[in-house]
């Protein structure tokens, strides 16, 4: 038995051998009726064709096109349709769809909706329709697709129309009955293409089943943004569509920081997204960090160094120091108190994690990074007193060096 790449690749190849092929559309697909134009206008209406409609694939509705046909998505086709007066009181219906549809690049700076070319199979369907409609009977046998490599034609003579092609006589015209053998052998190849897109759209969906990583999360709402940075405030990328997916790098609650495509990289709001169960899980396990707790900041870093500045307690020594970003604009967030209470546990988790190391820090040093920041800064022994309970918040507070001291405790009201 072939593999499944193999299958795959085979079918591809007759898919493409058996698909129609045809060029830019510039005289529309045309079809005369005996009908008056009122009675004609009045069936396209109940057959809203001035409507537009989506696609469920464009494999086998779009002329050969230089991109693959799997970076399209969402889409859609809309018909242009012209009534003109034919002989005898006859009226002639000409259309053209136009097709476009969203093309994902992986460079997303490329993606953008494209107008792709029609390869007459929706024009002829929707005349196939039309006539049904307006007479009751089904098409026998039903109009289909030339397989020949051919710009469209229109399907009837349109002399006297104004406007129109006046097609010129073909001395290799087929007898009726070659005519009839051909169209059945096109009806046979029609559907054998239809057979072909069918499994080769199973085989797609098989593939991507089996290579689906695990670590995809989904946008559950169209026009999320996606950042720059883990902050409101910072460059907004683009915005997401629903069910676009993005491959899951880390989480900072209450962001997730993932892979768009290639080497780059953004941010998007954990509110905004689908999580796979594991990932959600580890989410909830992380919820007893600070960062979880508070959600007006974020770790930029951290490291061990020496103390970066000439307060006492702690000059010329080894301490581990938190550089921290503030990512939310609301005061009751990110302001003075949030500041002071997200500092205190900093101190409590660094003399936690310095409990079990050989190399202990002297103390621990909280870096905010920005314009209305400050430094905050704690010997090791005066945190783990206060941690046991042995020094109340305020007497702790005041071995502290809060640097500027505004920036942690709230201006007094008046």
């Given at each position: ?17 058996y698909s129609p ?41 779009v002329a050969p ?273 949030a500041r002071l ?74």
């Amino acid at each position: 038995m072939k593999s499944l790449a193999a299958r795959f690749f085979l079918i591809v190849g007759l898919a493409s051998f058996y698909s129609p092929q045809s060029a830019a559309q510039a005289v529309p697909y045309a079809r005369s009726f005996s009908q008056p134009k009122p009675q004609i206008e009045d069936a396209l209406k109940s057959l809203q064709a001035f409507s537009g409609q989506k696609l469920p694939i464009l494999d086998g509705f779009v002329a050969p096109t230089s991109k693959p046909l799997d970076r399209y998505e969402r889409g859609f086709y809309q018909f242009s349709i012209e009534t003109v007066p034919g002989d005898n009181g006859a009226t002639i219906v000409r259309l053209s769809a136009k097709i476009t549809a969203w093309y994902a690049d992986r460079d997303v700076t490329k993606s953008g909706y494209e107008v792709l070319p029609s390869n007459g199979r929706l024009e002829l369907d929707f005349l196939d329709r039309l006539q049904e409609k307006l007479t009751g009977k089904p098409v026998d046998p039903p109009a289909t697709l030339n397989t020949r490599v051919e710009a469209p034609r229109a399907k009837l003579d349109l002399t006297g129309v104004p406007g129109a092609v006046t097609p010129v006589p073909n001395p290799t015209a087929k007898t009726p009955s070659e005519v009839a053998e051909l169209r059945s052998q096109r009806v046979i190849q029609e559907r054998r293409v239809q057979q072909l897109s069918a499994e080769l759209q199973n085989l797609k969906e098989i593939q991507h089943n089996q290579a689906h990583p695990p670590d995809l999360i989904v946008v559950s709402k169209s026009g999320t943004p996606v950042y720059s940075k883990p902050s409101e405030a910072a460059r907004v990328l683009f915005h997401a569509s629903a069910n676009d997916e993005f491959t899951y790098l880390d989480a900072d609650d209450p962001w997730i920081h993932i892979e768009i495509s290639g080497d780059a990289r953004g941010y998007i709001r954990q509110g905004g997204v689908l999580l796979p169960e594991h990932l959600a899980q580890k989410m909830v396990h992380d919820e007893g960090t600070p960062e979880a707790k508070f959600k007006g900041f974020h770790i930029e870093r951290q490291e061990s160094s020496t103390f970066p500045g000439d307060w006492a307690p702690l000059k010329g020594k080894t301490v581990k120091i938190y550089t921290v970003q503030p990512v939310s604009q609301d005061q009751r967030e990110s302001g003075p108190a949030a500041r002071l209470n997200f500092t205190l546990a900093l101190f409590e988790a660094g003399a936690s994690e310095a409990a079990s190391l050989s190399a202990k820090p002297d103390g621990i040093v909280v870096i905010f990074d920005a314009a209305d920041g400050g430094i905050a800064s704690a010997a090791l022994a005066d945190i783990q007193s206060y941690v046991s309970g042995s020094l109340s918040r305020d007497k702790f507070l005041a071995l502290c060096n809060l640097d500027p001291n505004e920036a942690f405790r709230p201006a007094p009201k008046p």
